[in-house]
């Protein structure tokens, strides 16, 4: 009974339409391999860039005036105006950094902040788990059975995609870090006049617009409302325009910062933000709530992309690929029919022997071995396994263990 069950379920659980319905690897099945590289050095300035405008907030809250705030590549360096505040200062800055980080003073009130080699080994380790379930999230969105996605070294992230001949659909998903963010315009002066003197204002960016480079817009830096608070993200049409949108819903979170920022801000543009380009700044037009609408120009190819990164989440790095390979799924055929001629040649041959040597009881503990390689095969398609290279010599391999255990037995 046990033998018929297993081979009901080889022969009906079938997803491509033939064939068994055991999920095949990479080396069998053919698809794509990518090696990806987690930039870290894009998360280190972030980092600083962000403690800039956390340091000088907090220095002129307490009223403490520094000077040449300048942020490297790796680390962040300023002056005390009065050495008399520079105690004061140091217990400020100490609240204000990571555990990561480490400041470095010197006499003549300059203080420098940097990531110790442990801290940043813990940043390292914590940014690139973030990137594997991202990562894990997007592709699962597009349906690709039994990926391989593990960590590989420092930095790295290794992906195997079984089935997946042309890759290019999985590298614009991961190329792009989907970080969305709504901040308002900073009506204080004109894109253009800052753009013209390179000057802008502390407290504000300028960023491009995404559908052209050339214009700009002015907004405060403080992110109001960010991707993390969004709940669900469905691409859908414009009722009024019918032009493809993309429609989001907040969490309880997002829902009542977003309708007290809308609720105080009637009338005045409110810029929406993706990966550091300006998608749209409509005027708010009343109060906004859990749900909106992103629109750009886009075309339904891009909502329905747009929408899977959103849910997915925004990467916490770039991802660079550093390695890309295609194995052709004529390999995958070679191997399957090898490892076919391979089970059948050893399943004969141990038949022969068994059934000349031992009669039959050799006959018997041939049944036995073929028993078992169905309930085998059974097991794989039941727990939707994947089968490789490796599986197929350990299959061949069990053959004989079957023997040499019937050969003890009788």
Request: proline share 4%.
């Amino acid at each position: 009974m046990a033998a018929s069950v297993a081979v009901s379920t080889v022969v009906l659980r079938d997803d491509d339409g033939g064939g068994i319905g055991i999920n095949l690897g990479l080396d069998l099945q053919g698809g794509s391999y990518l090696l990806l590289e987690v930039d870290m050095d894009a998360v280190v300035q972030e980092r600083m860039d962000n403690l800039a405008e956390t340091i000088r907030v907090g220095m002129r809250n307490s009223r403490i005036g520094i000077s040449n705030l300048s942020v490297g590549s790796d680390q962040l360096s300023f002056n005390v105006r009065e050495q008399i505040a520079f105690v004061e200062a140091r217990e400020i800055l100490n609240g204000l950094i990571s555990p990561e980080m480490v400041v470095i003073t010197s006499d003549n009130a300059l203080f420098s902040v940097q990531f110790d080699e442990a801290g940043l080994d813990r940043l390292t380790t914590l940014t690139v788990g973030q990137a594997i379930e991202i990562v894990r999230a997007r592709v699962d969105e597009t349906g690709t059975k039994e990926p391989v996605i593990q960590r590989q070294g420092r930095n790295r992230i290794l992906l195997q995609l079984p089935g997946v001949d042309n890759p290019e659909q999985v590298k614009s998903l991961l190329g792009k870090t989907a970080k969305l963010g709504f901040q308002l315009v900073d009506i204080s002066a004109s894109a253009e006049s800052v753009k013209a003197s390179g000057r802008v204002p502390p407290g504000s960016e300028l960023l491009p617009a995404r559908d052209n480079p050339d214009q700009h817009y002015l907004l405060n830096k403080r992110v109001l409302v960010s991707g993390e608070m969004l709940e669900d993200a469905r691409p859908s049409f414009d009722g009024q325009s019918n032009e493809p949108v993309v429609s989001f819903t907040l969490n309880s979170t997002g829902a009542e910062r977003f309708g007290r920022v809308t609720g105080q801000n009637i009338g005045r543009p409110f810029a929406i933000v993706l990966d550091d380009e300006v998608v749209s700044a409509p005027v708010i037009r009343g109060q906004i709530f859990a749900n909106g609408q992103i629109s750009g120009g886009f075309s339904v190819e891009e909502t329905n992309e747009l929408s899977l990164l959103l849910r997915s989440g925004a990467l916490p790095a770039p991802l660079l690929v550093v390695e890309e390979r295609s194995v052709g799924p004529g390999l995958g055929s070679d191997s399957i029919k090898a490892g076919q001629v391979a089970s059948i040649v050893g399943l004969a041959g141990v038949a022969i022997f068994m059934i000349s040597s031992y009669g039959m009881i050799g006959l018997l503990a041939v049944i036995a071995v073929f028993i078992n390689m169905l309930l085998l095969y059974g097991q794989l398609s039941i727990l939707g396994a994947t089968l490789t290279l490796p599986g197929i010599a350990g299959i061949v391999l069990t053959i004989g263990m079957a023997v040499d255990a019937n050969i003890i037995i009788f």
